[in-house]
């Protein structure tokens, strides 16, 4: 019942722009939360976070191009991502870092292909 559902993704080319979205099935209000991406072989990396009070972080790679915000009355995050790069193609996931168990599970994530 408990959920994550995270949509938005696609096949783009170098360059091109996609905006994920995170909804969650609780609240999200107060929660340290951040989008991860996993490509095959690789292990699940946390990209991106946000604070409760809109603070935010990002792993290196994704610096600059890529913006975490969120919105609390709508129970969602979205993660923008501009100047996208082959390198970014994986799997993309929302969780809260800080406790994983807060919304049942992982979700499905979305898929993200970045290619000429």
């Known amino acids: 019942q408990v959920q994550l559902v995270e949509s938005g993704g696609g096949l783009v080319q170098p360059g091109g722009s996609l905006r994920l979205s995170c909804a969650a099935s609780?609240?999200?209000?107060?929660?340290?939360m951040g989008w991860y991406r996993q490509a095959p072989g690789k292990q699940r990396e946390l990209v991106a976070d946000?604070?409760?009070?809109?603070?935010?972080n990002y792993a290196d790679s994704v610096k600059g191009r890529f913006t975490i915000s969120r919105d609390n009355a709508k129970n969602t995050m979205y993660l923008q991502m501009n100047s996208l790069k082959p390198e970014d193609t994986a799997v993309y996931f929302c969780?809260?870092?800080?406790?994983?168990?807060?919304?049942?599970?992982w979700g499905q994530g979305t898929q993200v292909t970045v290619s000429s």
């Open positions: 969780n809260a870092p800080q406790n994983l168990g807060y919304f049942g599970s």
């Open positions: 609780r609240s999200i209000r107060g929660i340290y």
């Open positions: 946000i604070s409760s009070g809109g603070w935010t």
